[in-house]
């Protein structure tokens, strides 16, 4: 049995206590290069959406999307081909996805504290595997294109 929530500090302790969960594991944003890589899979593979050829997604995965979930990056792909679809386009660009982007607003700051309380609220807890959160927490920190805004963050764990 696997569960999950984005709420951990609105779980009952009594389900937190050893022999409930083998494991408690935090699930971090992906870094940029995992970004570009799930907006390839959702763009290229999943819908194989009529991209501009060579189109490089590396912008957009960068710095505007910092701290977006998949299902985020999925919506943004499927928003740039909504977007070049509405203009008649015959294929989907860079401009699509800057537009389809300018039209998505995710709340970093409020994110990022929803994270931080989450890490203190594992870190209370007895059952958490304290050396793998830990472990979680520097390969975020190591994450390509975002490390100073990564290096803020954890900061301030």
């Not at 699509?96 to 929803?114: G, M, P, S, Y």
């Amino acid at each position: 049995l696997i569960g999950a929530t984005n709420f951990l500090e609105d779980i009952d302790f009594a389900f937190l206590r050893a022999g409930r969960f083998d494991e408690i594991c935090l699930i971090i944003p992906p870094d940029a290069t995992a970004r570009k890589q799930i907006l390839t899979l959702h763009s290229s593979v999943i819908r194989k959406l009529p991209l501009t050829p060579k189109l490089d997604l590396t912008e957009i995965a960068g710095q505007p999307t910092f701290m977006w979930t998949p299902a985020e990056l999925e919506k943004l792909c499927l928003d740039a081909a909504r977007t070049g679809m509405e203009q008649d386009a015959k294929k989907i660009t860079l401009t699509h996805f800057r537009d389809a982007l300018n039209n998505i607003k995710i709340n970093v700051k409020e994110r990022q504290t929803k994270i931080q309380t989450g890490v203190a609220k594992m870190k209370e807890l007895d059952i958490v595997n304290k050396g793998f959160l830990d472990a979680q927490l520097k390969v975020f920190e190591k994450g390509e294109g975002d490390k100073d805004r990564v290096r803020a963050f954890i900061d301030n764990l």
